[in-house]
Structure formats: C-alpha cells, structure tokens
C-alpha cells in the first residue's frame, strides 16, 4: 500500500510565512527558511511554497528566497505564485523548485497546463483548486488568492486538469482554510475518486484525527496543513506514529524524535 504524505505549506506574504482564516486575517508565522529546515528535521515528506500575493500584486514569485529554501531542504519541493509562462516554470525548476503549482494562469489559460507537461513532464504540475461551498451545495472555484469566483465547479475543473495533463491535484477548501474543524471530506472524496493523479487535501486540519479522518474517508494521498505545524500544536513525528498506530502507512524517518506519551491521542 502507498504511504501516505504529511506537507507542512509556507504561505509566503513580503519573505515571510503567513497564516490567515478563510483566507483572511492574515498573520506571522515566522522565517520560511528555518521553518523549511525544522520540516526537514521532523520528516516532513514534502514541502510546498505559495507566494500567496504574487498574482494579486502581479509579479514573479520571489526567486531568491525559493532558492535559498531549495538549499536548506532535500525532500520535494513544490513552489506557487506568479507563474504564467513556461520561462517562470524554468526559473523555478533551476532554483531548486522540483514542481510548480498553477492555480489563477491555468482557469484564464488551461493550455498553460498542457504546454507545461509537454516540456516538464505531468509530474512537474501541481494543479491548486481553491474551492468554496456555496448555499447550493455546489463547490465553485477561485482565483486570485480565493478574492474571485468562477463559474468552474472544483470536481469538474480537476477532471478537466487531469484531461489537460496535470499530474498532481492540491484541494484547498477555503470553508475550512484556517478553521482547525477538520478536512472538507465530501469534496475531497468526490475529487479524489473520480480521478487517477494524486490529490493534497488542505485547509482545516486541527488535531492529528483530522488526519485520520482524511485519510480513512477519503482516497487523498497527501494532507497539507499550515499553522498547527507552524506553530507546534502539532509535531509532525507524533503525527506519523500517531497515523501508523491507527494502521494508516506512513514514512517513518529513523532520526525522527517523538513523544512517547502523546503519540496515541488523537
């Protein structure tokens, strides 16, 4: 059985690692580049950057603070924000980013998503759906930085993406982005089940059953989360030894420290 994967996210506003709720009420969550270190350290399985103001503000991501992660980590590493071209999929890939993550370029040009396979290969794209329930029950997707909705129903956009070539879908359900209530399971189920690429879950983790609620409910590959890693109201070590005592298959790291006393709460 594959194992499943742990990405702690660093939303990066002005070359810092930022937080918010539902996207808003923006805070400090401290230096990407330590925080990328102390993944490293604790085992994190991959590590995603998302220069989360790069569209809205119109520019590249921030190239050399990419790079400067890059050379702090070993794991895989996907970087987001800005990216419209294939030159800044380029940029990226030699400052150390191992996938990019399309999400506003690829809804206003989705041939973006197949002239990136075509030159770096499916795996390199991960496509990010930022996705919202509305009162009819219906999940529709944003963009900019979740400020503007499209007429795109997220389950439909990701089939289309896959079609299109991405290799990698990153869900973030922005009714639970922040919130620590736990993963939005019914969408994720219903995107993770209808396709054939991997799918993130992100937005609502909040204690370490979250996680095994996503991963018992669902068919998602991997769990993204922020602030509870950012913070330490959750160690990743603990995470895993928790999730594989409750037989989910983790990637356990030899060197990972642990606490023996916490591990079996959920």
Not at 33 to 59: N, W
Not at 104 to 115: F, Q, R
Not at 145 to 167: C, M, P
Request: glycine share 8%; net charge negative.
């Amino acid at each position: 059985m594959l194992k499943k994967r742990i990405i702690p996210c660093l939303d990066i506003k002005e070359g810092r690692t930022v937080k918010g709720i539902n996207f808003e009420s923006i805070r400090d969550a401290g230096d990407p580049i330590a925080l990328a270190k102390r993944y490293v350290d604790e085992g994190a399985d991959e590590l995603v950057f998302l220069d989360i103001t790069a569209t809205i503000e119109q520019r590249k991501t921030l190239i050399d603070l990419v790079r400067q992660v890059a050379n702090v980590i070993n794991i895989p590493f996907t970087v987001g924000g800005g990216i419209h071209t294939l030159a800044d999929v380029k940029a990226l890939i030699d400052a150390g980013a191992d996938k990019v993550s399309i999400n506003s370029a690829a809804v206003n040009n989705p041939d973006l998503i197949t002239s990136i396979a075509s030159v770096f290969g499916s795996q390199c794209i991960v496509l990010a759906i930022d996705t919202m329930m509305h009162k009819d029950g219906n999940w529709y997707v944003y963009v900019n930085g979740g400020r503007v909705l499209t007429d795109y129903l997220a389950l439909d956009w990701a089939i289309k993406a896959e079609q299109l070539g991405a290799g990698e879908i990153l869900l973030t359900s922005m009714n639970g982005d922040g919130t620590k209530n736990g993963y939005s399971l019914n969408i994720t189920q219903a995107i993770s089940t209808a396709l054939q690429i991997p799918v993130i879950a992100s937005g609502g983790a909040g204690k370490r059953s979250h996680f095994k609620d996503l991963f018992e409910a669902t068919e998602a590959s991997a769990a993204l989360a922020a602030s509870v890693f950012h913070y330490k109201e959750i160690l990743i070590p603990d995470l895993k030894y928790y999730l594989q005592s409750q037989e989910i298959p983790m990637r356990i790291v030899a060197s990972q420290s642990i606490h023996t006393n916490t591990i079996l709460k959920p």
